[in-house]
């Protein structure tokens, strides 16, 4: 018998539509009080934006069976989308007004295997370094006792929406 997971997620063009209307950090707390959706990926995978502060986001999830890989334990996609929303949120949380950024790359270190054992992990960003054009960030994917399991660094284009 197989096993089945269903979910719902909001019209993505009216949380995009709010970008650079206020600051990254304005908009990433309206995500998290629940005034903004947020993005599907988030219901796909199940994960929820927990913490926001300037340059820093936190990202949770409690891993199931519906992440493993054929080998019985969490997919590395899941790691990496995790970790890419949390460094590239941490970038956003810095943005002023008009601005916004995209994910130039993201390198992933895999550190300990992540099964449904595990508990609920935590993907922890924050930004290294931000200039006019880029920022580098960082987030660590971490179990509830704060042991590292995959970390990462990505560096953002940083670029004025266009008016209007």
Known sequence: MGRTRTYEWEDPALTAAAVGRSSGLDFL????????????????????????????VVFTL???EEH?????????GIY??????????????????????????LTVKFLRRITVDTGAVRAVGTVVSAGRQTALAQAQLMDVTGRVLAHATSTCMLFPLPAG
């Open 29 to 56: 707390r309206e995500i998290q009080e629940g005034r903004l959706a947020p993005a599907p990926v988030s219901a796909t995978v199940g994960f929820a934006l927990d913490e926001v502060e300037k340059g820093r």
């Open 62 to 64: 409690v891993p199931g």
């Open 68 to 76: 493993y890989n054929p080998i019985g334990s969490v997919h590395g």
């Open 80 to 105: 990496a989308t995790l970790l890419d929303s949390a460094a590239g949120c941490a970038v956003q949380s810095t943005l002023p007004p008009g601005m916004a950024y995209t994910s130039l790359d």
